[in-house]
């Protein structure tokens, strides 16, 4: 904790999008935060060395241990000594140490871990890492009070902002009717299921509005992202799978919304960058100045909305699915999902069998209640399993 005004943060996944988007704003906003600790896979060292120079971090954590030699190194380089931990515990640590918000920007299911220790440790958690909620629902949400996780998914961010705009009333289940959540529609937008059959890594890759990784920018052209993201606001929101909707609107503008009872939908609107929804996470309840640019209203703009196709883009509806028979199911629509893109991008299946296959993982699935993290890491790790043996298999040659 801090003696003076700054909010002091946690940011684990450092040196990848978010963790380096949130390190700009904070770099930014010198009196507004400082950072206590770090934590990276340890792909990157010389980066996150840099970063622990430059913004004073007390300790820093690789999730790969081979790696402390090497960060070692490279912190000597840049001329600081911080505490060095090793390992998912030290990664742990770092999640629990003295701080006053911790950012998971950890990409997958190795965040669950990070997440629980954070909200063990009482600190207010920005939640970039949409996985460990939704494979480790019911431990998380044991574990978690009311507002101490921040969503950082822009679309959840938007949905908090609309609710926390609504007044005390926004809070309030019996005011909420439904809650819209918006989707770009990804590069396959407007193609129907016959239309494909044929699309390459390549084609799937080049996403209209965002820029992410590779894993994060097949799920947005499966729609995966947004059956995911369905879950999530399921968890967060406490509203049933039958009052949250999907609608595309390509321009991603608007982040989401919430339709309330008396016919009313309030909104969230800003140009698409991760910055905003960062920078309300990690300062929450003050606003931070310029964390992103506003949308410019002195030009002309067109915003579209249109219905999802189920039958191009079943993942919706199978998330919704996964999300409502809740347990272990979610975890391995993820973790099977996660081997199929692996297969994709490697030219082993086709793109319309990314959904398929987790549909059939899925259904082959015994769901238990998901009362443990080994529970969780062991449904992943079933799912995997059985997913790599309909890639590897015969599948294909039918
Ligand atoms: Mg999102």
């Not at 003696?3 to 040196?15: C, E, K």
């Not at 009333?169 to 770009?184: F, I, K, M, N």
Request: proline share 6%.
């Amino acid at each position: 904790m801090q003696s003076d005004s700054s909010r002091s943060v946690v940011l684990l996944g450092s040196t990848g999008s978010v963790g380096t988007q949130a390190l700009d704003v904070i770099a930014r906003n010198p009196g507004r935060f400082k950072v206590a600790g770090l934590a990276a896979g340890g792909g990157r060292v010389d980066l996150l060395a840099r970063q622990a120079a430059g913004f004073g971090a007390e300790v820093v954590a690789v999730a790969d241990a081979a790696a402390v030699p090497a960060l070692r190194a490279a912190l000597a380089a840049v001329g600081v000594s911080p505490r060095v931990l090793a390992g998912p515990e030290g990664v742990a640590e770092v999640a629990a140490w003295p701080c006053d918000v911790v950012l998971n920007g950890i990409t997958g299911a190795l965040g669950l871990t990070s997440t629980l220790a954070a909200l063990e440790a009482g600190r207010s958690l920005a939640l970039a890492n949409k996985e460990s909620l939704i494979i480790g629902g019911p431990l998380v949400k044991r574990l978690a009070k009311p507002g101490q996780i921040l969503p950082v998914d822009s679309e959840h961010s938007a949905l908090q902002q609309s609710l926390w705009a609504a007044g005390p009333g926004g809070h309030d289940p019996e005011a909420v009717r439904r809650l819209v959540v918006t989707a770009s529609g990804g590069p396959f937008r407007g193609m129907r299921r016959a239309e494909l059959g044929d699309v390459t890594p390549e084609m799937a890759l080049a996403h209209p509005t965002w820029s992410m990784g590779p894993v994060i920018t097949i799920n947005s052209a499966t729609l995966v992202n947004k059956g995911l993201e369905v879950i999530e606001a399921h968890l967060l929101f406490d509203i049933g799978f039958d009052r949250i909707s999907v609608v595309v609107h390509p321009q991603s503008i608007i982040h989401s919304m919430v339709e309330f009872v008396d016919g009313s939908t309030i909104a969230q609107a800003s140009p698409p960058d991760m910055r905003l929804p960062i920078a309300l996470a990690l300062g929450h309840p003050a606003r931070v100045p310029d964390a992103a640019p506003a949308v410019d209203w002195t030009r002309a703009h067109t915003w579209t909305f249109e219905p999802l196709d189920d039958e191009a883009f079943p993942s919706v509806a199978l998330a919704r699915h996964v999300g409502a028979e809740g347990g272990t199911a979610p975890a391995v629509y993820n973790a099977a999902n996660e081997v199929c893109v692996e297969a994709f991008m490697a030219g082993r299946l086709p793109f319309l069998a990314i959904v398929d296959t987790v549909a059939a993982v899925v259904a082959a699935h015994t769901v238990t209640a998901a009362d443990s993290v080994e529970e969780v890491l062991a449904a992943d790790e079933w799912a995997r399993a059985r997913a790599r043996e309909l890639t590897n298999g015969a599948y294909l040659s039918t």
